[in-house]
Each structure stands twice: as structure tokens, then as C-alpha cells.
């Protein structure tokens, strides 16, 4: 009866309120690349000090979940995730949209997420204090294989060549390893230069690897963002339910997966949705057209990121150990409110813990009806929306979220380079997800990597340490399961292909007698993909040459600062050299030339890229205000294919002043951001 109490009270007015209007905050900063729930969170702190804890609270988990299921509607609609938590739905969310499913895949992403949310937060409920016991088993050694799983997931999964999926991975934790060292304090690979003293913000370069490449593109050529089926746009709820319930083997193991993931401080939401999107993409019989649009795909990410939402709030409640970034946040407004975090807190303050984890269940449920209602509405403006006026709005996005995060253009600058270089390697088969992974994942390997070595040498068992524990043994074995899995398919389709082959010219040869030379069998399917890609061939020798010079760079660091970047920068000269080894030999993958409905346009390409190098170096010096506006304007321009009256582009005039100002306000006066002014405001 008292738990029946404490469920009526999240049912109270006030508290449904908060509930919805932080789902619908979140969402909505969600679906904003750089606008992240820990900001969203960390700005509406203080609010809640004048609240009930438990409303507070409410409040707060409210707009964290809110804003990860967010994520998802940039990852679907323009290939950007909102979230880290996000990548994985970029696989197939965006390929969905492409095709004309856009709407279904939004609805897929909706059902998912309030079903993964459910699950976790029912296990907050029940299983609060056993299952943060798991936390506690993890040391360095499996924090640090886990996030080598990680990374073997998201390389392993890179369409058509696990060898440059394994590269980007390596270039990730070189990128992580920007700025002063998570262990020892050592200042590497700055170049000498204040703009990476802080490192290399992952936020600003999810933003830029992901989203700058999307925008160039988009100018290039006439066809279309998004595709509408004929007839079937909308939200398709009915079709939505039915996928689900068909794979809800997939649905119960993805969220199970997330809220078990999410009771690990420090691996969070991304690292869920690629282990999930990893054991649907095994257990499909439709296993290939993972990463062409397959619902499956978005319904395994989904479910799982917003599972680790309530798995996460297990060892922060009950260890005081916050596993995200949000969960310190309010983890602090917890200690502000005078609430002693520990095992005792379900007994000692039960009535704003139970409270508030029903308050999270009212808000998980009531993110369907809100979900659907804005996915609707997002994806029929972005089909609406010319393209004229898109490429802006979407760079103008880009700018405002990485400056965002630190109130810092250099940010921006580096955002904008590192989106260049990824639309540029993109082109020869480099993903941007294991670079962004490797990036996020970074800073976890390398102190679980340290810490580990330290240790080993400390008591003399290094070998002991990193592959002795049990935990570590599982994890190194899925690890290995992942890294090996695309071979032995590969092997397995070249095998039956043969057979294939095989089979046609037995049969031939009993119709027609012997084959002369004149007329050969044709190559088995596999061997007609095979080909010089000298692209990837040169970019490896690029590689080759970073991974010696960041080599040479850790000579003088210590011992605690250089022992990663040096294992990083080996195996990565190995990897490229294999690369290029494969690629003399004839056995690269060629990637695929770009198919259009019409010309591409190479000189709009670079003019935008021109736009958006000049915004980005201008900002600080001219102001944001005139800037935004005549860049606005001008890639306006760039993005427009044909020919439209003086009045259509006084109306898009008055949308690029319209926006600036709005997002202005937003940031200056609500988020209290510092502006840059510059001369001209």
C-alpha cells in the first residue's frame, strides 16, 4: 500500500506536468546536434531547488530521457545523432528515410524507446540494490575491455571492410589523446597550439564528422533529402506495432542488454545501442540488409539506449557512482537537496525514490503520445522544407551546437576541419561511427589501460591483469566472436557462392559437353567486388605516417602518459600496412561510385565548403549575428538549383533573420552563453 501511495503522488498535476514538458523539452534538445541532455539537465538545476526533491527529480529524469530518444529524430532524418547514444541509428534510420520510410522509422524509433525505458526503469524499481552490485565487480582491466568490445563492434559492423573499420577506430583514440592525458597530465599532440590544450571535444566532432559531410553533398545535386512513399507517410503507427511485436525477441533482449550496460558507470547508452544492434544484426535471418534500412536495426538501438536511461540510475542512486554525465548532475542536485546517497536510500528517503521512479515510468509512457505527435510533424517540415533553405538551417545547427558546448569557436573551426577531412576519407570506405566511437571511448580505454599496466607492474602479474580475471576473459572472447564473425560470413557466402558456381557448371557441362576456352564461367559474386582501391591505398600510407609520428611525439612524455599513445600508434601502423599490403595484392573492395538521379555539382561543393570555412574564421572577429545571416544567405543560395522569384528570396531573407535572432536569444539570454560579437555584433 505505501509503494500504491507513492505512485498516486508522481500522479498528482504538478507532477504530470513536469513529466510531459520535460519529455517534450528533452525530446526537442535532443534532436539538436550539441544540444546534449547533460546541458539540458545542467541548465534547469537550479530551477528544481525551489521544488519538492521528488518533482525535481521527475523534472530532471524527465528531460533526460526525453532528450535521448531525441537523438534519434537527427540520426533518422539528417544522419547527425543528436546524441552519442544515437550512432547506431544512423545505420539504418537514415537509409529509412532515404527510401521513403522516414515516418516508420521515427514511429519504430518512438515504440522502441518507451518499451527499452519501460524495462529499465522496472528494473530500477525491483532490482535497484542487487544489480548495482555488478558495478562493483568491474575493475580497470574490464572497463578497459569493454571498451575495446566496443570498438570491435562498431568496426566489425562497417559495411564491406572490418580492416577500415578497425583504422578509424585507431584514428578515434588518437583523437582522444589530444590535450593532457587522463593519467600522468602529460600535454600531447597540441602542436603547440591553446585551441587543443582541452582536446578535441567529441560533441563538436560527432557533430562534424556525421553532419558536415551530409551538407556538402546536399548541394551537389538536384534530387531530393528525404523520399515520400506514395500514400504511406505519416507516422504508419499500425505498421509500426506490428514490426515490433514480430521481433520482440529482439526488443526484450535489446532492452535487457541496455539496462544491464547502463548499470556500468562510464559505458552508457552508445556502447548499448551498437552491442544491441550487434546481436540483432547475429541473430537475423535478414543479416544483409543491416545498414541499408533495416527496422530491425532501429529497433535494437533504440530500445537499448533508452534502457540504460533507468540501468544507469542504479548505481547512482544506490552507489553514488553516476554512470553518465546526466546522472552526475543529478546525482549533485541529490546532495544540494541534502539526500545521503547509498543502499540506505531506499529505506531512508523511500517517499522521493519511489516517487520519482514512477515519475520516470509516467514520463517513459507519456513519451509516445508526444513522440509520435512531434516525429509526425519533424519529418513532414524537413520533407517540406526546400532545399534552399534546409542546407542552412542544418549548417547554422551545426555551428550553434558545437559552439554550444563550450561557448568556445575553436570548437566550431575544429568541427568544421574534421568534417571536411570525414566527407573526403568517407569516400574510400573510412565510417565516421568507429572514428566517433573511438573518440567517446577514448578517455574509458585509455585510464582501464593504465590503470591496469600500472597495477600489473606494481605486483608483477601484467599478463595476469589484463587477461587473467574472468570478467575480462568474457569480454576479450564476445570481443573476439565480433572481430571474427564478418570473416567467417564472408567465407561462408564465397563458399556457397562457389558451390553456386559450381552447380551451373556441372549442369552446363551435362547439357552442352566440355566448355571451350572461348566461353569461360563467369567469377563467383564475392570475386567481382574485388579490385585495386588505391584511394584507401594512399590514405593507409597517410595513416602509416601519423602512426609513426605520433610514435615519435610519446618519446618524450612519461611513462603513465605515453604507454597508450604507443600501443594506439603500433597497432595502427600494422593495420595500415595491412591495408595497403591487401591493396597491392588486388583484394580491397572498391567503394561503390555515387548514383544520382542527376549531375553532381562539384563546384557547389566547394563553394559551400568556402562558405563554411570563412563563417567558422570569421565568427569571432566580425560577430555572430552578421555572420549567421550573410552565411545563411549565401549557402541559401549554393543549395538552390533552379530559378525562383525576387519574392521567394525576401521571404527566405526574413527566415535567415528569423532563425539567427531566435537561436540568439536562446543562447545568450536563456542559456546565458557568451556570444562571440566581434566588430559588427
Known amino acids: 500500500m505505501e509503494l500504491f501511495g507513492y505512485f498516486l503522488d508522481a500522479l498528482s498535476p504538478f507532477n504530470l506536468m513536469l513529466a510531459l514538458g520535460g519529455v517534450v523539452l528533452g525530446t526537442v534538445i535532443g534532436a539538436l546536434p550539441g544540444l546534449s541532455a547533460a546541458m539540458a539537465v545542467a541548465v534547469l538545476v537550479p530551477f528544481t531547488f525551489t521544488m519538492a526533491p521528488a518533482a525535481g527529480l521527475i523534472a530532471l529524469g524527465a528531460i533526460y530521457t526525453g532528450a535521448i530518444y531525441g537523438g534519434a529524430f537527427a540520426a533518422i532524418l539528417v544522419n547527425t545523432p543528436g546524441t552519442p547514444s544515437s550512432i547506431a541509428t544512423t545505420f539504418d534510420g537514415y537509409p529509412m528515410a532515404r527510401r521513403g520510410d522516414g515516418g516508420l522509422a521515427i514511429t519504430l524509433a518512438t515504440i522502441a524507446s518507451v518499451v527499452g525505458g519501460l524495462v529499465g526503469a522496472i528494473s530500477l524499481l525491483l532490482l535497484a540494490p542487487p544489480l548495482a552490485k555488478v558495478a562493483l565487480a568491474f575493475g580497470p582491466s574490464e572497463y578497459f575491455w569493454l571498451a575495446v568490445f566496443g570498438l570491435t563492434l562498431i568496426s566489425a559492423l562497417s559495411v564491406g571492410n572490418t580492416l577500415k573499420g578497425l583504422i578509424g577506430a585507431c584514428l578515434g583514440l588518437l583523437m582522444s589523446m589530444v590535450g593532457v592525458a587522463v593519467v600522468g597530465g602529460d600535454v600531447r599532440y597540441t602542436l603547440g597550439s591553446q585551441i587543443f590544450l582541452g582536446g578535441i571535444d567529441y560533441i563538436a566532432a560527432l557533430i562534424g564528422l556525421y553532419c558536415v559531410p551530409v551538407i556538402i553533398d546536399l548541394v551537389a545535386t538536384r534530387d531530393p533529402h528525404l523520399k515520400v512513399a506514395g500514400g504511406t507517410d505519416g507516422i504508419r503507427f499500425r505498421e509500426a506495432l506490428d514490426i515490433c511485436w514480430r521481433q520482440k525477441l529482439n526488443v526484450a533482449r535489446s532492452s535487457v542488454i541496455g539496462t544491464v550496460i547502463g548499470i556500468l558507470p562510464g559505458a552508457g547508452g552508445s556502447i548499448a545501442g551498437l552491442?544491441?544492434?550487434?546481436?540483432?544484426?547475429?541473430?537475423?535471418?535478414?543479416?544483409?540488409?543491416?545498414?541499408?534500412?533495416?527496422?530491425?536495426?532501429?529497433?535494437?538501438?533504440?530500445?537499448?539506449?533508452?534502457?540504460?536511461?533507468?540501468?544507469g540510475f542504479i548505481p547512482t542512486l544506490v552507489l553514488g557512482i553516476p554512470g553518465t554525465p546526466p546522472d552526475a548532475i543529478i546525482l549533485g542536485a541529490l546532495l544540494v537537496q541534502g539526500i545521503k546517497i547509498g543502499p540506505t536510500l531506499f529505506s531512508s528517503e523511500g517517499h522521493i525514490v519511489y516517487t520519482f521512479i514512477y515519475g520516470l515510468l509516467i514520463a517513459t509512457i507519456l513519451m509516445l503520445p508526444a513522440g509520435l505527435l512531434i516525429g509526425r510533424y519533424a519529418y513532414k517540415s524537413v520533407i517540406a522544407f526546400p532545399k534552399s533553405l534546409l542546407v542552412p538551417t542544418v549548417a547554422f545547427l551545426t555551428v550553434i551546437g558545437s559552439f554550444a558546448v563550450h561557448s568556445n569557436v575553436q570548437d566550431t573551426q575544429v568541427m568544421l576541419g574534421v568534417g571536411i577531412i570525414a566527407w573526403f576519407i568517407n569516400r574510400y570506405g573510412f565510417s565516421p561511427s568507429p572514428i566517433v566511437l573511438g573518440l567517446v571511448l577514448g578517455s574509458i580505454a585509455e585510464q582501464g589501460f593504465v590503470q591496469t599496466y600500472l597495477i600489473g607492474n606494481a605486483t608483477g602479474n601484467l599478463f595476469g591483469m589484463f587477461f587473467g580475471r574472468p570478467l575480462s576473459i568474457a569480454i576479450i572472447a564476445a570481443a573476439l566472436i565480433t572481430l571474427l564473425y564478418p570473416f567467417l560470413a564472408d567465407y561462408r557466402a564465397r563458399k556457397r557462392g562457389a558451390?553456386?558456381?559450381?552447380?551451373?557448371?556441372?549442369?552446363?557441362?551435362?547439357?552442352?559437353?566440355?566448355?571451350?576456352?572461348?566461353?569461360?564461367?563467369?567469377?563467383?559474386?564475392?570475386?567481382?567486388?574485388?579490385?585495386?582501391?588505391?584511394?584507401?591505398?594512399?590514405?593507409?600510407?597517410?595513416f602509416l605516417l601519423l602512426a609513426g609520428l605520433a610514435f615519435w611525439g610519446a618519446q618524450g612524455m612519461s611513462a603513465m602518459g605515453s604507454v597508450f599513445p604507443k600501443t594506439i600508434s603500433l597497432l595502427l601502423a600494422v593495420l595500415s600496412i595491412a591495408l595497403i599490403v591487401l591493396g597491392l595484392m588486388g583484394r580491397n573492395r572498391p567503394v561503390p561510385t555515387e548514383t544520382t538521379a542527376g549531375p553532381v555539382s562539384n563546384i557547389r561543393r566547394a563553394a559551400l565548403v568556402a562558405i563554411f570555412t570563412v563563417w567558422a574564421w570569421l565568427l569571432p572577429v566580425v560577430g555572430f549575428i552578421v555572420t549567421s545571416f550573410v552565411a545563411f544567405l549565401a549557402m541559401a543560395v549554393v543549395g538552390e538549383h533552379n530559378r525562383v522569384p525576387v519574392r521567394t528570396w525576401l521571404v527566405r531573407g526574413l527566415v535567415a533573420i528569423a532563425t539567427v535572432a531566435v537561436f540568439w536569444w536562446l543562447m545568450a539570454d536563456v542559456l546565458l552563453l557568451r556570444m562571440p560579437r566581434g566588430m559588427l555584433m
Open 275 to 311: 552491442v544491441s544492434y550487434s546481436e540483432a544484426r547475429r541473430a537475423s535471418p535478414r543479416a544483409a540488409h543491416f545498414g541499408k534500412g533495416e527496422p530491425d536495426g532501429v529497433i535494437a538501438t533504440e530500445a537499448a539506449n533508452n534502457a540504460t536511461v533507468g540501468g
Open 499 to 542: 558451390a553456386a558456381m559450381t552447380e551451373v557448371a556441372t549442369s552446363a557441362t551435362s547439357r552442352a559437353g566440355a566448355l571451350d576456352d572461348t566461353h569461360p564461367l563467369p567469377e563467383s559474386g564475392p570475386a567481382l567486388a574485388r579490385g585495386h582501391d588505391w584511394g584507401a591505398v594512399a590514405l593507409a600510407a597517410v
